[in-house]
């Protein structure tokens, strides 16, 4: 028999267009249903806003874990983004004598790549908005869900500032402080644990340094991630394609407010990192040291990710992790492959059926949360643990006689 809802796509919104909610916009796209991907912020890709990004975690890790979901889009996603990918097959650990150390991650074949979080983001948002099926509302802050309903209220902070959606589905991937995840917790009965550790971090830049020809190179060997490990505190680079690299210094709250002059900042480099600092520049390291943000670092587990057939969270909505394994936003990307895959599973159609509903959601959504929440909390402790392997476990001589024997 059929009715008039035969013949309606199924809608979803997607509540963030950072990296997760991004690609997860364009599986819902391939699937043949109508998407609708919010974003609190002005569209990066705009001159304007481009100018005010100030190191905030310039670039990341992707490892295979994310390529996998890049791959798996079946748009060769993997591929656009390698192009400006820098592979790293090792970190290069720095002694306080300025002595360097090599450390293989694997094989000689394997390694992680080094890719601009801005250009990942925006590409994927550039392929996005060529989907027919794909609306991107800009400046959109989800403030309440009626989940039930499927009825979203957004602020848009011009003209008439309040509007109202509505969705048969909708997915949060807004981030660690997401109001999807609130909205769900006044729904659902979820279990909720949170973690700040005291550390903070600071981005700064390392230039490129001419060669003997005049030409840009890279101050430092740019296939591998640097670690400047000291035990409570460490400094890591990680090249960008431009041939600079990103230096984030990790450090307890306190440390950074104790170094509150040019003087105190400066000794503590020439002590600690002395072979960073002509590298960055005196100059350079102290206005960015005062002047770039200092993010902290957070750790979220929960579950379950879903309510009923309703509501779903992906990404750091579901399981931000403190940055040292490197598998934040790789993670996030797995998220969008599983539970695709798990629609795939239970048959889950691009047209509501004849009662309005979308048949072999609910249950698509159980095994998701179930399978998905082990598996995130695994790689939250993970991360949490390779913050004591990157800053002290990696000097140990135990540990070098470890990876001794792996090289060999
Ligand atoms: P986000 O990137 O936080 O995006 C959420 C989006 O939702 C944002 O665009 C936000 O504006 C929007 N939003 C929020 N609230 C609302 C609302 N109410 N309404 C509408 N939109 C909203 N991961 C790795 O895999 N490899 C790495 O090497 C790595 N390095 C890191 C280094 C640092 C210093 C840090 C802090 C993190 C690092 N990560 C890394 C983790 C990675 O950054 C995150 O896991 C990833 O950004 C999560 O992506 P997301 O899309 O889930 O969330």
């Known amino acids: 028999m059929s009715t008039s809802n035969d013949s309606k796509p199924c809608r979803v919104a997607v509540v963030g267009a950072g990296l997760v909610g991004t690609l997860n916009a364009i599986y819902f796209a391939q699937r043949g249903w109508h998407v609708d991907l919010f974003e609190l912020r002005k569209d990066m890709r705009l001159p304007e806003v481009k100018a005010t990004q100030r190191g905030k975690s310039i670039n990341l890790a992707l490892s295979e874990r994310g390529l996998s979901a890049l791959r798996n889009s079946g748009l060769d996603l993997d591929n656009l983004i390698l192009e400006a990918a820098v592979p790293l097959h090792a970190r290069m650990v720095h002694t306080t004598a300025g002595l ?6 694997g094989k000689k074949d394997q390694h992680i790549n080094a890719v601009d979080r801005a250009r990942l983001n925006e590409e994927l948002l550039t392929i996005a908005e060529e989907f027919s099926n794909i609306n991107i509302h800009f400046e959109h802050n989800l403030m309440k869900a009626d989940l039930d309903k499927g009825e979203l209220q957004f602020f848009t902070g011009t003209g008439n500032p309040e509007k109202t959606y509505h969705t048969d589905f909708l997915v949060g991937a807004d981030g660690a402080y997401s109001r999807t995840r609130t909205q769900l917790m006044r729904r659902i009965r979820m279990y909720y644990e949170q973690e700040y550790i005291d550390t903070a971090y600071c981005e700064l830049t390392m230039l490129p340094i001419k060669n ?10 740019p296939h591998h991630l640097h670690i400047w490990p000291r035990h409570t505190f460490m400094l890591i ?8 690299f990103t230096c984030t210094l990790f450090m307890p709250f306190g440390m950074f407010d104790e170094l509150n002059t040019k003087e105190l900042v400066l000794d503590f480099f020439k002590r600690e990192f002395k072979d960073s600092v002509p590298l960055i520049g005196e100059e350079k390291l102290v206005e960015e040291y005062f002047n770039n943000p200092r993010g902290s670092l957070i750790t979220i587990k929960c579950k379950p990710y879903h309510y009923q057939d309703r509501a779903v969270i992906i990404g750091d909505a579901a399981h931000a992790m403190v940055p040292f394994y490197g598998q934040g936003m790789n993670c996030g990307f797995q998220d969008v492959q599983v539970l695709h895959s798990i629609l795939d599973k239970h048959g889950v159609k691009a047209k509501l059926s004849a009662d309005g509903k979308i048949h072999g959601l609910h249950q698509a959504m159980e095994e998701y949360s179930k399978e998905r929440s082990e598996d995130a909390h695994a790689i939250c402790d993970l991360a949490m643990y390779n913050h004591y392997e990157m800053r002290s476990a990696v000097t140990s001589p135990l540990y070098l006689a470890r990876k001794k024997l792996e090289a060999v």
């Open 100 to 105: 360097q150390m090599s450390q293989a991650y």
């Open 237 to 244: 680079a990680l090249p960008n394609p431009d041939k600079t």
């Open 212 to 221: 003997k020809n005049g030409e840009d190179e890279f101050a430092l060997d």
